[in-house]
């Protein structure tokens, strides 16, 4: 039959990919789904379904029984109101660390729960991971740079920008970063469950580290463009931020530049430090940023989103 891993956020960024990572590798799905979010588009993968949400602790418990092992995947990246992170990256966490107190949990979290002084996003990883690490069972907390690629709404404002000719970075002299393409972080989700760096804390990437000059390059490149570079003061990002601030206020949707957001982007240095996880699980990405923006602009505009 095969071992059996229950999923958090299958019908999100990450999940779809991560979903079809670990049944090209022989493991039993079960996934939590909203019963109002569209069922995962994933042809020829055989998934247990779990209807309910995050805060239902009757559907996670369904979801985690008999589970070998646990990937929570599901998380928050914009909130209307700062304390709303927590239910979902804080309290989802422990409950489930609760239910499945002998299954391997991995916890996908962020590299922002490094700096979580900078964002009420960034204080709701780091307190996701403290609850994972008090646990008694096994588990991996992975931290992901910022996810690119086929299915990401959140970057495609960067991409619009750049096929119009410009391309916008915050001034922050000698800024550095790290990327990952969604499809590889699924691959390294997957890989961390077959070689398992047990109560650890790890970083991932796609083993590389760039500027916003990279990435403009890299952008331009795959769009056929030479954009030109605009570097945007903090004030100029602030104010627009705390102009959403003003619109959610007045009950627009959530928006994903806030203050907090503002802070996570003129942190000066978001590069992954560790790669020990990679070499432990025999992780090889398939992508650098020149071919992962490469294939995510394919894809949006297959989708004809951009």
């Known amino acids: 039959m095969g071992r059996l891993v229950a999923v958090t956020g299958a019908t999100g960024f990450v999940g779809p990919h991560l979903v079809a990572a670990?049944?090209?590798r022989g493991w039993r799905l079960r996934l939590l789904v909203r019963r109002w979010s569209p069922?995962?588009?994933?042809a020829g993968v055989d998934a247990d379904l779990i209807l309910g949400d995050l805060s239902s602790e009757s559907a996670l418990r369904r979801l985690v029984d008999g589970a070998d092992a646990v990937i929570h995947a599901a998380g928050l990246i914009k909130a209307k109101a700062d304390r709303d992170f927590l239910p979902v990256n804080r309290d989802s966490a422990a409950l489930l660390s609760a239910l499945a107190p002998d299954a391997h949990m991995v916890l996908?979290?962020?590299?922002a729960a490094r700096e979580p002084q900078l964002s009420a996003y960034g204080a709701s990883k780091r307190a996701g991971e403290a609850v994972v690490a008090g646990r008694s069972g096994p588990w991996t907390i992975v931290r992901a740079p910022a996810v690119y690629g086929p299915g990401d709404r959140e970057t495609l404002a960067y991409f619009r920008a750049v096929n119009s000719g410009i391309a916008p970075q915050p001034r922050v002299p000698e800024a550095r970063l790290s990327l990952i393409h969604v499809a590889d972080?699924?691959?390294?989700?997957a890989l961390t469950l077959e070689h398992p760096a047990a109560n650890a804390?790890?970083?991932?990437?796609?083993?590389?580290?760039y500027t916003y000059g990279d990435m403009a390059e890299a952008a331009g490149e795959a769009l056929g463009r030479r954009p030109w570079r605009l570097s945007v003061p903090r004030g100029v990002m602030a104010w627009i931020a705390r102009w959403n601030e003003l619109r959610q206020a007045l009950g627009a949707g959530a928006q994903i530049l806030t203050r907090g957001k503002v802070n996570e982007?003129?942190?000066?240095?978001?590069?992954?430090?560790?790669r020990r996880l990679a070499a432990a699980i025999g992780f090889k990405p398939r992508y650098d940023l020149t071919s992962g923006f490469r294939d995510t602009i394919l894809w949006y505009r297959a989708k004809h989103w951009l």
């Open 185 to 189: 972080l699924a691959e390294a989700l």
């Open 265 to 274: 982007i003129f942190h000066p240095d978001w590069s992954v430090t560790d």
């Open 22 to 24: 670990l049944a090209r």
């Open 108 to 111: 996908l979290s962020s590299l």
């Open 39 to 42: 069922l995962p588009s994933l």
């Open 201 to 209: 804390t790890c970083e991932i990437d796609d083993g590389r580290t």
